[in-house]
Structures are given as structure tokens and as C-alpha cells.
């Protein structure tokens, strides 16, 4: 079993709907969960990180985490054909720096 | 300020060749990891260096190598290539190795595809 498994899609919404996109993970080590927008032939970039449980929120992203049910979610409100992406979740213990991704899911916003 | 930047951006090799790519981290960052990512495992970790250290190893093979320089610049080599190891390659920099806060967080290069045929 993976560590984290992540549904890899595809997604596709119209403009202006909310994404939901969700990990779940096994290692209840993991304290630092993290997500990365990877556009087509470059590398990720960091979205939004959270530390433990809890929400985050920035601008028209939303971050939550469950350590309970060892799951977490990025909302994306208002979704843009700009965000039209791979999203990755990733997760770290905080020791290090030795990050565990998901495989990714496609996401893709109909103008 | 200038990226991460990685070298070369394509490659095409044959089973059984070994391969050596580059990577030049952000200015001032001492941290360089690399990670592996194909469609059906996503991104693995590989390694991390940081002050010409390997600190952390991923569950890959001695085939994969790396070793950072005094400048900060990483390679990582593949010897005996297999059909499996194509995949994008990516190294990431940070400032500090270890340390947490938004700021210190990982900055990817734009990877290097490798097809091994």
C-alpha cells in the first residue's frame, strides 16, 4: 500500500465551479501536508501548507486536514480555466526534508 | 533571482547506458533533493543533500547516485539503464535542510525527461 494515495482523475468543471480534491495516507507520523500545482512540462510549485489538523485559507483556496481519518482536501472556489493543472498533495514528518507525494489528479476548467 | 535550473531537459538513452543529470539550485539555497515521477508512482524522493551531504535516501536502488559540489550544484547518475527509469526528473532547493516556515519550503526545476529505449 502507498502511503499516500491520491484519486489521479481526470476532473473536469465548468468556470466558476468548486473543486474538491482529496489524499488520504497510512503513516501517522506525517505533521506537514502540503499541495503543488504542476502545469503541463514544468516543475510543481507550492499551493498552500498546513501544519497538523486544521483549515487554511487563501484567497480561492481552501486547505483542510483530518489527522483523525488521516485525510485532507484543497478546495478550490470560483475554479479559472487558469487553473487548469495537475494537483499534488504531498506530506512530511518534519524531520528533514524527505516529502511522500500523491500521484496527482488532473484537473481541467471548461471556459 | 534566478530558479532552479536543470540540465539537460531531454534525454534519449539505450538499456544499459548510464546517464548523469545536473542541478543548479536557487542562490544562496543548500539543499538540493531529487525526485523521480512517472504516471503510475507520481513523484518518488530519491535523495537530499545539503553541505555536499547525503542526508536523506529514498527505496531506490545503488544504480541512482548523486553527490553535491562546494557550490551547491547536485548531479545524480544512472548507470546500467533500465527500460523503467524513464521517467521526469526533478530537483528541488530550499535554504535550509530540515527547517519549516512558507519560505523555506521546496522550489522545483523544470526536470529532466529521460526515455531509456
Known amino acids: 500500500q502507498k502511503e499516500v494515495e491520491q484519486d489521479p482523475g481526470p476532473l473536469s468543471v465548468p468556470e466558476g465551479a468548486i473543486v474538491s480534491l482529496n489524499c488520504t495516507y497510512s503513516?501517522?507520523?506525517?505533521?506537514?501536508f502540503m499541495w503543488y500545482r504542476q502545469y503541463s512540462r514544468k516543475g510543481p510549485e507550492l499551493l498552500m501548507y498546513t501544519y497538523s489538523s486544521g483549515n487554511k485559507e487563501d484567497g480561492r483556496f481552501t486547505a483542510q486536514v483530518d489527522k483523525s481519518s488521516k485525510y485532507i482536501s484543497l478546495f478550490i472556489r470560483d475554479s479559472q480555466p487558469s487553473d487548469s493543472a495537475t494537483y499534488l498533495c504531498a506530506m512530511n514528518q518534519g524531520t528533514g526534508n524527505q516529502f511522500y507525494f500523491g500521484t496527482g489528479t488532473s484537473l481541467t476548467v471548461i471556459p | 533571482k534566478a530558479g532552479v535550473t536543470q540540465t539537460p531537459r531531454y534525454l534519449i538513452k539505450t538499456r544499459g547506458q548510464q546517464v548523469t543529470l545536473s542541478c543548479s539550485p536557487i542562490?544562496?539555497?543548500?539543499?538540493v533533493s531529487w525526485y523521480q515521477q512517472t504516471p503510475g508512482q507520481g513523484l518518488q524522493f530519491l535523495f537530499e543533500?545539503?553541505?555536499?551531504?547525503?542526508?536523506n535516501k529514498g527505496n531506490f536502488p545503488g544504480r541512482f547516485s548523486g553527490r553535491q559540489f562546494s557550490n551547491s550544484r547536485s548531479e545524480m547518475n544512472v548507470s546500467t539503464l533500465e527500460l523503467g527509469d524513464s521517467a521526469l526528473y526533478l530537483c528541488?532547493?530550499?535554504?535550509?535542510?530540515?527547517?519549516?516556515?512558507?519560505?523555506?519550503?521546496?522550489?522545483f526545476g523544470p526536470g529532466t525527461r529521460l526515455l531509456v529505449l
Open positions: 503513516n501517522s507520523a506525517f505533521q506537514y
Open positions: 543533500y545539503f553541505s555536499e551531504t547525503q542526508r
Open positions: 528541488a532547493s530550499s535554504l535550509l535542510a530540515g527547517a519549516w516556515g512558507f519560505k523555506e519550503t521546496q522550489y
Open positions: 542562490s544562496g539555497h543548500r539543499s
